[in-house]
């Protein structure tokens, strides 16, 4: 089967660091992507990961390891407007039709 | 930048009435997307098209359609509403190699 797994909610402090975790299992791999989402918006993309490693991107970096199945998004100087939810998604196998496999997302909350 | 617009951004329809959802997209993109948003259920795919007049169903195609006659536009069709379509619609687009780029979405409710 295909599955992808992330906490529900995760809660921080502003100006701290915090890491949202991953897991996949999907027949194929065709990039990891990270989206953040507002209440009430769409999601953005925040991040693409297709090879081993981290991928920085100014406050937000992305990891990926292929062989565990595993990725972590890492907010860096948290501020109250990443409060928002964060989805994982893969693209499940190679081709050209862009589909994507979403997991459920991970609500994070910023706290004063 | 990319920009996908969807016709409403709410909506409130009666059970069992005909129910259009229209997405456009102006970046040339051959593969467009409807999904549904729910609490605890995260997106989930409808159905999606990778070129005009092609579509393949997602994983939860029952009690919906769609068209796509041209390539800017793709409908979502609720070919008779149901209280349990009640939800966040959200359409996006993209190239083959690329992120997929969402619409603002639209909230139906069937009452």
């Known amino acids: 089967g295909q599955n992808i797994d992330q906490p529900t909610e995760m809660t921080a402090t502003e100006g701290a660091i915090v890491q949202i975790n991953c897991t996949y299992q999907t027949s194929g791999f065709n990039g990891l992507f990270w989206y953040q989402q507002h209440a009430g918006e769409a999601p953005t993309f925040l991040s693409y990961?297709?090879?081993?490693g981290l991928e920085e991107k100014g406050r937000f970096s992305s990891f990926l390891s292929r062989s565990k199945g595993y990725s972590y998004l890492l907010l860096k100087e948290l501020q109250m407007k990443d409060s928002a939810s964060y989805l994982c998604?893969?693209?499940?196998?190679?081709?050209?039709?862009?589909?994507?496999?979403f997991g459920q997302g991970t609500t994070l909350q910023v706290k004063p | 930048d990319v920009k996908v617009t969807q016709s409403s951004r709410y909506l409130v329809k009666r059970t069992g009435e005909k129910v259009f959802l229209e997405c456009v997209q102006d970046m040339d993109h051959e593969n467009m997307f409807w999904y549904r948003q729910d609490p605890g259920l995260g997106l989930r795919l409808i159905y999606f098209?990778?070129?005009?007049?092609?579509?393949e169903k997602g994983d939860i195609p029952e009690g919906y359609s769609v068209s796509r006659e041209k390539k800017e536009r793709f409908s979502l069709i609720l070919e008779s509403a149901s209280t349990n379509q009640t939800s966040m619609y959200l359409c996006a687009s993209t190239t083959r190699l690329d992120t997929q780029y969402f619409g603002p979405g639209t909230r139906l409710t069937v009452l």
């Open positions: 990961n297709v090879l081993d």
């Open positions: 998604a893969v693209g499940p196998r190679s081709g050209n039709t862009g589909k994507l496999i």
């Open positions: 098209s990778y070129d005009v007049k092609m579509k």
